[in-house]
Every structure is written in C-alpha cells, then in structure tokens.
C-alpha cells in the first residue's frame, strides 16, 4: 500500500465512567484490527459474535479473522434483520447458545451490526452468567453515531419499544467507517437523522457544519468521520455526567416521543424506518416548541429543510401507507416510558442547539397539534 492510500489515524473518543471508562474508536478499515484491540483489554481466549444474516455474509468472516489473528478463538449467533430481532424469542436463542458455547466470565460478547443487534446482543451480554464484557461494533451509521455509545441494551415488548432492559457499557466501540460503504441509502439517511439531533439538541454550531457539508458526509470524506466523532463526543459528554438518565441524558430523547409512536404505528416495519419516525418526531418538536412560542417559526423552517434536503420525512404524509389515527399515536404516546404521573414528558426547543425537558405537557395540546399535523398534505 503506498503512503497516500494508507488510511488517516484513527479518531479517539473517551466515555468517562470512572474504572468502567471505553474508547470509541472511529475510522477506515479498524475492523481488521479488532481482535488486537480488544486483546489489550482483555486476554481472553473465546469471543462469541452476534450479528443478523446481511452483516454476517459481508462482515463476519473479517471479524473471525481479525480476532483469531489476535488468538482468539470465536463462535457466531446469527439473527434475522429488523427490528423483529428486539424480541424475546431471538433474545433468548441468543442467550442459549452463548450458554451452549460456554461463553464464560472473562469471554467477551462482540455485537456487530447496527442497533437491532447492538441493543440484543448488548442486552444478552448484561444478563448471561450475569453479565458479560461486550465489544460494540456498529455497522450502520447509527449505530456508530448513537446506539452503540452509552450503554442502553434493550427488546421490545408488545406493549412498546425498548421496554425490557439494562444498562450495560460495552469495554471498547470499533466504529469501521468503510463497512457504511455496503449501507443501503436509506439506511444512511436514517442514521444521519440522528446525527442531525446531536446537533439540534446542545450544538447549534454543529448543527450549521452539517447544513454545509451534508453532501461530504454521505459521499464518505473525511467529514464522515469529523461527523460521527463529533456526534459520539456529544454523546459520551451527556452519558459521562448521567449515566441512568436521571436528568440531562434525557435530552437525547429529542424526536423519540412522537417517533417512537410513528414508529409504532407503521408496525415496526419499512414503512418507517427508526431514523425516519425520527426525523419526523423532530420536526414535530421544533413545531410543538413553535407553537408555545419558544421557538422561532423560521427555526422550525430551517430545521425541516435540512431535515428534507437529507431525504428525510418531516410530515405525517410520507408515512408509506395508511395514516395512523389521533387516537392510537396518543394510546402510543401514552406507553411511552418517558410518561411520568400521567403526564407527558416531551423533550422541547428554544433554539437550534437548545433543548430543555418539559415534564408536564398537556395531553389536550398533544392531541390538538397531532390532530392539525394528521391533516397537512
Ligand atoms: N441503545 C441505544 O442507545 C439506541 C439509540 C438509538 C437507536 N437504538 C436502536 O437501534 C435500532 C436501529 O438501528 P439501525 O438503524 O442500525 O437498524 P438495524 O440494526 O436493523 O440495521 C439496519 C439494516 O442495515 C443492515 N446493515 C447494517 N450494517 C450494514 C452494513 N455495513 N452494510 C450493509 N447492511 C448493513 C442491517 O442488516 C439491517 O438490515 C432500533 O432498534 C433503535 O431502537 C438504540
Ligand atoms: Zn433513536
């Protein structure tokens, strides 16, 4: 390889947990040395790698490679794609054939995918022999900008998202920017929605760089990695002074309330995608925010044009297929576990890159502004 093709240096991202405190390690072709980095973390001898079928034909024999370079000897669980996967019955295939595997105390778990695998085999890891160190390898941007950083692992329950859990941090994340070369677009864009909320929620100068070069972030320059980097940074900082959630972490919720129940009502399913109900549930916030007066309609503008320009849905009408109803998105709302006391805890704006908790937003107004929003064309 001659000097000029040699990939740059890898970026390093801290997460300050005191003696539980793990890099996030972001750059080109960092897959290969994976089993080297996790090595000098731990000796151990067996690694156990979950992935669902689409990482696992392109990246599992890479990932067994680079960690029987390093001595390790691996075992795979492979799972099916979606979102499906959060469920109790894959949850507990996973959790079986680790314990089949003699996956043991001293073993490390490497989830490796996007955030369906990064929350199951996450959560696995945290509940088999009571708990096992895990390596986070996302393979999506999504993954790489969020869902592997902070130590949310979770299912789902029929009742709503991310309803059966444990925080547990993984001891490394090895964020291989050139495995989003396979990514399907849309998947980008999904993940670029959460980008854009890192940016929306405590840095509007963020927020501005990814205006200007939203074109080089999906063609895959250097401002690829600047972009995931800075997003883990933001990130790691909130999780750093609040781990469990108990006030700031909230703040990354930005979108999730009203996503979550867009989500839900298109059935979990293509129709829209985690990042795109996002998307949506941002520009619901901005306009929420907009109508209380706490935020300029020209803000709210902005925003939705970014949002747009991305591919990204921003109303109601780009949900593929039926509509959801006022009814069922409030039942959704109401489930959602950021409801405190009857309550709706919605994460609002008074600005780009200012957003604030408001813990006691009235139902009425919810279903007044979901009502007006069901009916734009
Ligand atoms: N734990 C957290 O803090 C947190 C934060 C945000 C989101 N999440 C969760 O993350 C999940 C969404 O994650 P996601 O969007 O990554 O979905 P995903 O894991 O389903 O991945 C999306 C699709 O892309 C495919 N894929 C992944 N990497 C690929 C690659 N490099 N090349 C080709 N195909 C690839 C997968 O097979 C899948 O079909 C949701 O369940 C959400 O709740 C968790
Ligand atoms: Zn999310």
Not at 62 to 79: K, T
Not at 97 to 107: H, S, T, V
Not at 139 to 151: C, E, I, K
Not at 167 to 182: E, G, K, M, R
Request: proline share 3%; hydrophobic share 50%.
């Amino acid at each position: 390889m001659t000097a000029a093709l040699r990939p740059a240096d890898p970026i390093v991202v801290k997460v300050a947990l005191g003696d539980r405190t793990y890099d996030i390690v972001i750059g080109r072709g960092l897959l290969a040395s994976l089993g080297r980095r996790v090595a000098m973390l731990r000796p151990a001898t067996k690694a156990a790698i979950i992935c669902d079928d689409a990482v696992a034909s392109l990246y599992l024999p890479a990932a067994a490679e680079a960690l029987a370079a390093a001595g390790f000897a691996s075992i795979s669980v492979v799972v099916g794609q979606g979102e499906g996967s959060k469920s109790f019955s894959t949850f507990e295939r996973a959790c079986e054939e680790l314990i089949a595997a003699r996956i043991e105390r001293g073993d490390v778990v490497i989830a490796l995918g996007g955030g369906v695998v990064g929350d199951l085999a996450g959560f696995a890891a945290a509940v088999v022999r009571r708990g096992l160190d895990y390596v986070q390898v996302p393979t999506s941007l999504l993954a790489q900008v969020d869902s592997s950083v902070g130590g949310k692992t979770a299912i789902n329950s029929s009742h709503g998202k991310n309803l059966i859990g444990a925080f547990h941090q993984p001891i490394l994340v090895v964020a291989d920017t050139s495995v989003l070369d396979t990514l399907a677009p849309r998947q980008f864009r999904a993940g670029y929605a959460e980008l854009v909320k890192h940016g929306l929620l405590g840095d509007a100068a963020f927020f501005s760089w990814l205006e200007a070069n939203v074109a080089d972030v999906f063609a895959g320059t250097g401002a690829r990695e600047h972009a995931i980097a800075t997003s883990c940074r933001m990130k790691a900082e909130i999780v750093a002074r609040d781990e469990r959630e108990s006030g700031e972490r909230a703040l990354l919720n930005l979108g999730h309330t009203f996503g979550h129940a867009f989500e839900a009502a298109a059935g979990f399913s293509d129709r829209l995608l985690h990042g795109e109900a996002v998307a949506l549930g941002i520009a619901c916030a901005f306009e929420l925010s907009a109508k209380r007066g706490l935020v300029a309609p020209a803000e709210t503008e902005r925003v939705a044009r970014h949002l747009a320009a991305a591919g990204l849905p921003t109303r109601v009408a780009e949900i593929a297929g039926e509509t959801p109803s006022v009814d069922r998105l409030m039942d959704l709302i109401a489930q959602d576990k950021k409801v405190k006391r009857g309550h709706l805890a919605f994460i609002l704006v008074r600005g780009i890159g200012a957003a604030f908790v408001a813990p006691d937003v009235d139902a009425a107004e919810v279903r007044a502004f979901l009502t007006e929003k069901l009916a734009e064309r």
